[in-house]
T-cell receptor, first 112, second 116 residues
């Protein structure tokens, strides 16, 4: 399997519900990032969590990181129709300002 | 702040022609820029790392003679797809790091290339 695999690949929920997406990775990392991509558009950086952090919050987003299991989760609370997008986790390919290895992504659909 | 633009946003070209895509950091200097490729409903794949004033570093499997990268200034990197073929049709996205050594990257809006 690839570095940074998201699960589920697709998720459809009702507006107002919480959405949880998971990501697994293979190698050691010093941080993990989550990005959002609206259809046919560029990526928007959501949150970065460092390897020495277990949980991080940003507005309605909550990210957890379990380095022992090499996994991360992204929780979006009180979802809105505007949250409909693809969500990717990404890890640096090396140290410093390196390119990112992206997971396959979770396509989230929020039903109004 | 930290805005990255790409031009053009969409381009259609004929097989055998070359296409240049520009990536600009509008309000910051980027010593390093990255080029990614994304197939429909797929994830992003890193193609190359572009460093200002030096040769780009290409990922395994990416033909450097086909995908020419030039990072002429701290705010501009270009990707030229040479002798394009239909299989080069894809979504190309660039990104830049605002702070040297920073892990956070800012992405451009992408360029949709269609080769007919």
């Amino acid at each position: 399997s690839q570095q940074g695999e998201e699960d589920p690949q697709a998720l459809s929920i009702q507006e107002g519900e919480n959405a949880t997406m998971n990501c697994s990775y293979k190698t050691s990392i010093n941080n993990l990032q989550w990005y959002r991509q609206n259809s046919g558009r560029g990526l928007v950086h959501l949150i970065l969590i460092r390897s020495n952090e277990r949980e991080k919050h940003s507005g309605r987003l909550r990210v957890t990181l379990d380095t022992s299991k090499k996994s991360s989760s992204l929780l979006i609370t009180a979802s809105r129709a505007a949250d409909t997008a693809s969500y990717f986790c990404a890890t640096p390919r090396g140290g410093g300002a390196d390119g990112l290895t992206f997971g396959k992504g979770t396509h989230l659909i929020i039903q109004p | 702040g930290a805005v990255v633009s790409q031009h053009p946003s969409r381009v259609i070209c004929k097989s055998g022609t070359s296409v240049k895509i520009e990536c600009r950091s509008l309000d910051f200097q980027a010593t390093t820029m990255f080029w990614y490729r994304q197939f429909p409903k797929k994830s992003l794949m890193l193609m190359a790392t572009s460093n200002e004033g030096s040769k780009a570093t290409y990922e395994q499997g990416v033909e450097k003679d086909k995908f020419l990268i030039n990072h002429a200034s701290l705010t501009l990197s270009t990707l030229t797809v040479t002798s394009a073929h239909p299989e080069d049709s894809s979504f190309y996205i660039c990104s830049a790091s605002r702070i040297a050594g920073s892990y956070e990257q800012y992405f451009g809006p992408g360029t949709r290339l269609t080769v007919t």
